[in-house]
């Protein structure tokens, strides 16, 4: 069974930083992509930024302000700078992974339970 356990949520005035962290935990062979999705309040799910080997990528609302890294096997961190009232959400870890599986090896998408940021002077 796969876990993902977040921190680093919290309230932060605007102009604030903050830092996400997500590890995970389980019966995993290999992760190959690890990213943070968010739901603010009345929207739909996005994608915040992701991180696959090397490649890295960013919705166009957090790029300059939000950096993503791979801090070693299964931990995703997330840096928040210069937040804005509307990063306001509940903030999804989320790993696309290979796990064994009996004994087949099947590749799956596991989210975190959520972490609240809370944006607001």
């Known amino acids: 069974q796969v876990q993902l356990v977040e921190s680093g949520g919290g309230l932060v005035h605007p102009g604030g930083s903050l830092t996400l962290s997500c590890t995970a935990s389980?019966?995993?062979?290999?992760?190959?992509?690890m990213g943070w999705y968010r739901r603010a309040p009345g929207k739909q799910r996005e994608l915040v930024a992701d991180?696959?080997?090397?490649?890295t990528s960013y919705a166009e609302s957090v790029k300059g302000r939000f950096t993503i890294s791979r801090d070693n096997a299964k931990t995703v961190t997330l840096q928040m700078t210069s937040l804005l009232p509307e990063d306001t959400a509940v903030y999804y870890c989320?790993?696309?992974?290979?796990?064994?599986?009996?004994?087949?090896?099947?590749?799956?998408?596991?989210w975190g339970q959520g972490t609240q940021v809370t944006v607001s002077s």
């Open positions: 989320m790993i696309e992974a290979t796990v064994l599986t009996g004994y087949n090896y099947d590749e799956y998408n596991y």
């Open positions: 389980g019966s995993i062979f290999s992760i190959h992509t």
């Open positions: 991180i696959s080997g090397a490649s």
